[in-house]
C-alpha cells in the first residue's frame, strides 16, 4: 500500500512577516533615540597637590624635547603623531637621560588637552606630572629586581602582589556585571516589547494552524 500526498497549501502567516520586518526597526529606532551606538569612555587622570611632591619630580634632570601645542587638534595633528612617536621610544628603551616637555598653548583647544591624555596612556607612560601649562615626561632607572608593576591611575603605579591582581579582576568583573544590569534597566520597555509580540506571535499562529484544511488525499 503506498500513500501519496498532495502538496500542502502554502499557508501566509500575516503577523509573523509583520513582526519580521518591523522589529528590526524599531529596535534600530529605538537605538537611535536613546544613544545606544555612543560610545563613551573615560581616562583616569591623577594630579597631585602636594608641593613637595612636585619639586621632587621636578628637580629631576632631564634633557627635555619640547612640544609646543597651541591650536586645534586638527592643526596639531602631526605634533601629536611626532609626540606619541616620541613618547614610545622613550618608554621602549627606558631613557633616562632625556624627557618630553608638552606645553599648552594659550589658545590651544580642549580636544589637544584630552588627546594628549589620550597618548600618554594609550603609550603607558609611567612618570609624568603637569605643572602649570605644561607637562613633564620622563623614565626612572629599572630596579635589578623587578616587582611586578599595575599602573592604575594615569601618572602613577603600586607594586601588585597576586592578591592585588585578584582583586581587580574581580572588580573588573562586577563592573562589566554591573555595566549589563545597566543596559538592561535602560531598554527594559524594548526587551519587554519583544517578549511581548513573540509571545502574541506564538499564540496567533497555533489559534491559525487550528482552523486550516490541508486538502491532503491518499491514494491506495
Request: glycine content about 4%.
Amino acid at each position: 500500500m503506498i500513500k501519496e500526498k498532495t502538496k500542502r497549501k502554502r499557508i501566509f502567516y500575516v503577523p509573523g512577516m509583520i513582526s519580521l520586518l518591523l522589529i528590526p526597526l524599531f529596535c534600530f529606532y529605538h537605538f537611535y533615540k536613546v544613544d545606544a551606538f555612543t560610545v563613551y569612555g573615560s581616562i583616569n587622570a591623577y594630579f597631585p597637590a602636594d608641593s613637595k611632591m612636585i619639586k621632587k619630580f621636578l628637580a629631576v634632570k632631564r634633557n627635555y624635547k619640547v612640544f609646543d601645542l597651541n591650536n586645534s587638534l586638527d592643526l596639531e595633528n602631526k605634533k601629536i603623531n611626532d609626540l606619541q612617536f616620541a613618547l614610545r621610544k622613550l618608554n621602549r628603551v627606558n631613557d633616562t637621560v632625556n624627557g618630553i616637555q608638552i606645553h599648552l598653548g594659550k589658545k590651544m583647544k580642549y580636544e589637544v588637552y584630552v588627546k594628549v591624555l589620550e597618548v600618554l596612556e594609550l603609550e603607558k607612560m609611567p612618570y609624568y606630572m603637569q605643572y602649570k601649562d605644561d607637562f613633564f615626561v620622563l623614565m626612572m632607572p629599572k630596579p635589578k629586581n623587578k616587582p611586578k608593576l599595575m599602573t592604575i591611575v594615569c601618572g602613577s603605579g603600586f607594586l601588585a602582589g597576586d592578591v592585588d591582581q585578584e582583586y581587580f579582576l574581580e572588580q573588573e568583573r562586577k563592573a562589566k556585571l554591573e555595566q549589563i544590569i545597566a543596559l538592561f534597566k535602560k531598554n527594559w520597555i524594548l526587551f519587554a516589547g519583544y517578549l511581548g509580540l513573540a509571545i502574541l506571535n506564538i499564540l496567533v499562529l497555533v489559534k491559525f494552524n487550528k482552523k486550516q484544511n490541508y486538502n491532503q488525499k491518499d491514494y491506495i
